[in-house]
């Protein structure tokens, strides 16, 4: 497997990063306090997936020699989770204007190419021990997964993560 979850999320952060929020693909909250400014780690929390088609076959689709392929996959909805933590010194409003960015880049732009259905954002909340304000966010996105189908032993060997903006 190729990791393409990972690799989604992965872009989510790379995405957040070019529109100015300081974002990691994982981090743990002991690491945070190590930030100068608010930052938003970025995990997948949640897969639902429902059936593609009759036995997840989806279609044709012409492969780069020009020959059609089968297509399988399945629809899936991808739950996008980040939690936005600010220094103590930045105070809520850092956490506050930090997660409004991220969730106003995701309704806008989608998450890394796959358009989201719904974006929620928790209350900020101070966490003592670790001395840093945290505010989560939720985006909830509609996409594909392909298989990638290995034609010589006619098994699913790996899949990729696809979405279409609108």
């Known amino acids: 497997m190729s990791g393409a979850l990972n690799t989604w999320r992965t872009a989510v952060a790379e995405q957040l990063n070019q529109n100015g929020i300081n ?3 994982a981090m743990e909250s002991a690491r ?6 608010a930052a938003a780690a970025v995990s997948l929390s949640g897969v639902a997936c429902a059936p593609g088609g009759f036995q997840d076959y989806l279609g044709l689709r012409e492969g780069p020699d020009g020959r059609s392929r089968e297509v399988y996959g399945r629809e899936a909805e991808l739950t996008l989770s980040l939690d936005v933590f600010a220094p103590r010194d930045g105070g809520e409003g850092a956490c506050l204007q930090t997660a409004e960015a991220a ?23 101070f966490l003592e021990q670790e001395g840093l304000y945290r505010l989560p966010v939720t985006c909830r996105c509609k996409a594909w997964l392909i298989a990638r189908l290995d ?16």
Do not use: H, I, N, Y
Not at 104 to 116: D, H, I, K, S
């Open 23 to 25: 974002a990691a693909s």
């Open 151 to 166: 034609e010589e032993a006619g098994t699913f060997t790996d899949f990729e993560v696809k979405g279409r903006l609108k």
């Open 32 to 37: 945070a306090p190590r930030w100068r400014e």
């Open 103 to 125: 969730a106003e880049c995701l309704v806008c732009q989608g998450a890394a190419g796959l358009p989201a259905l719904e974006v929620r954002m928790g209350r900020v909340e």
